[in-house]
């Protein structure tokens, strides 16, 4: 114990060392090589002071001494995180200059002898898939190095633009051809379908209302929730809104998504019976976050992850196992005939879509496709989610989840609300080939879920283990052999 301590005792000398360089280092003339260089001692010694934390905790004879310990290890993640965001700050301002002295250079007047050869300059520009949380910034950083940036010809500002959009909305340019005079028309359609302030004030609200309540005490789930509400309340003011006007709205919003036992911890830290501010709840979140990572740190180094999804590193299984459906048998060979039902789905402003879902057992979560995703213009989470299939090999890679509200067309008041991961593609077309369904008598007459199960069409959205059991109905109609059976369904 002794010589970790000592370890422990050399680590943060260094790690105040670092703090000193860092107070002492003048932003104004900080180069990125520098800034790179304070960003990997930083991570050296933040990874060297978590090992040596966990190592302590593991040789304390007791909880007092893991409490004091707990304590000391605290002092030293105020002043990492400190440095954090200093670093955080710099890079932003790093970012910002690096784009003015690049419009500055294309700016100068050059010398041309002779005919030359004309290539773009290679700018690093955001990528817009559609989410409307995302164009108020994609778009002013577009404007200012390429909108309004006179050296560059209406034809190269097209290729930009065309080549900024991204996944379905690269589609809304493609008739319209790399030319001078094309311009102005593309970026006019481009504007006209994304500029509504309206709607990007609804989406960025309906962002901060209906992020994911925090299930239980976690700091990741802490640290998502204050990332999603800072994101979230930072576009509203650049749209000038005031946020800081809205306390009691704000402060209830985030007490009634917080799990019972971080509430409880907050209540108690009160000394007054006012309604406390914002900017109190947000910091006490803050520190609470940082005490479970610290309280934490020990179990999870060595633990093996096996939840559903973990934020620090998720996999999530889509294997296909044994999934009820309609069922079709010959002598030879069987298929099956999987589930799926067309549902009611609500977007960003109350609109119902129609859209196709297979509801499978096998699989341990919903998922949606991008493109349902972004029709429907729902708060998107960020994740680092890896799904795999059979064997755990991975298949897909979902960066987003979405929470969505669903309806059914046969029963209108059965309702339900899910939270999917989003995919760029849920699936094949289901059925694989068209089957033919003369002859089944015990279908007809039944209120189907999926009026057209039997032709080949594709799926937006797969229902998985997580929702399946709100769904699912007793019921069922099995027939003769070779014929499919029914499950009964909110859906139908």
């Known amino acids: 114990m002794l010589s970790l301590k000592n370890s422990r005792s050399g680590y943060k000398a260094v790690a105040t060392k670092l703090k000193q360089s860092l107070d002492t280092q003048d932003p104004n003339v900080l180069t990125r090589s520098t800034y790179n260089m304070f960003i990997v001692k930083l991570q050296d010694i933040t990874t060297k002071l978590e090992d040596n934390h966990s190592q302590i905790l593991d040789a304390c004879a007791d909880e007092a001494e893991v409490n004091l310990h707990i304590a000391d290890y605290e002092s030293s993640l105020d002043t990492l995180m400190e440095m954090s965001l200093k670093l955080s700050s710099w890079d932003d301002t790093l970012t910002r200059k690096e784009a003015a002295d690049y419009h500055h250079q294309q700016s100068q007047p050059t010398q041309v002898y002779g005919p030359v050869k004309v290539n ?37 500002k097209l290729q930009y633009l065309k080549s900024a959009l991204q996944g379905d909305e690269a589609r809304l340019l493609d008739a319209i051809t790399i030319a001078d005079g094309n311009y102005e028309t593309a970026w006019k359609i481009v504007t006209d379908r994304y500029q509504h302030t309206r709607e990007i004030l609804h989406t960025l609200i309906n962002k901060f209302l209906h992020q994911p309540e925090v299930q239980q005490e976690s700091a990741t789930s802490l640290l998502n929730m204050i990332d999603v509400t800072n994101q979230s309340l930072n576009a509203l003011r650049v749209l000038n809104c005031k946020p800081e006007e809205w306390n009691v709205i704000l402060v209830t919003v985030i007490m009634n998504k917080l799990d019972l036992e971080t509430r409880r911890v907050y209540e108690r830290s009160l000394y007054h019976n006012e309604m406390p501010t914002f900017e109190e709840l947000m910091r006490f979140l803050q520190k609470q976050s940082r005490a479970l990572n610290a309280g934490g740190l020990s ?92 064997a755990g090999v991975g298949v897909a890679h979902a960066g987003y989840t979405i929470k969505f509200q669903m309806e059914s067309r046969v029963y209108p008041s059965c309702h339900a609300t899910t939270e999917a991961l989003v995919v760029p593609k849920v699936t094949c077309e289901l059925p694989i080939t068209h089957v033919d369904s003369n002859g089944w008598s015990h279908i ?34 099995d027939w003769e052999d070779g014929t499919p059976s029914a499950q009964d369904t909110i859906f139908g």
Not at 122 to 143: A, C, M, N, Q
Not at 351 to 371: E, P, V, Y
Not at 456 to 462: A, G, P
Request: aromatic fraction near 4%; charged fraction near 25%; hydrophobic fraction near 40%.
């Open 120 to 156: 773009l300059p290679k700018l690093e520009l955001p990528k817009f898939t559609g989410r409307l949380e995302d164009w108020i910034t994609f778009s002013d950083l577009f404007t200012h190095v390429v909108h309004a940036n006179n050296e560059l010809s209406g034809a190269q």
């Open 444 to 477: 007809q007459g039944l209120k189907l879920a999926d009026p057209e199960y039997h032709r080949s069409r594709s799926v937006d959205i797969l229902l998985g283990a997580n929702i399946l059991n709100k769904i699912m109905k007793p019921a069922k109609i």
């Open 299 to 390: 179990s999870a180094i060595n633990k093996k992850h096996h939840t559903l999804l973990h934020r620090e590193d998720a996999k999530v299984e889509a294997k296909r196992e044994a999934v009820p459906g309609l069922t079709i048998k010959s002598s030879n060979s069987e298929s099956v005939l999987l589930f799926t039902a067309v549902i009611r789905v609500m977007d960003h402003v109350g609109h119902q879509h129609d859209c196709r879902a297979l509801l499978d057992t096998g699989s341990q979560a919903s998922f949606i496709s991008t493109a349902c995703a972004n029709k429907l213009n729902l708060p998107q989470m960020e994740s680092s989610t890896e799904v795999t299939g059979l």
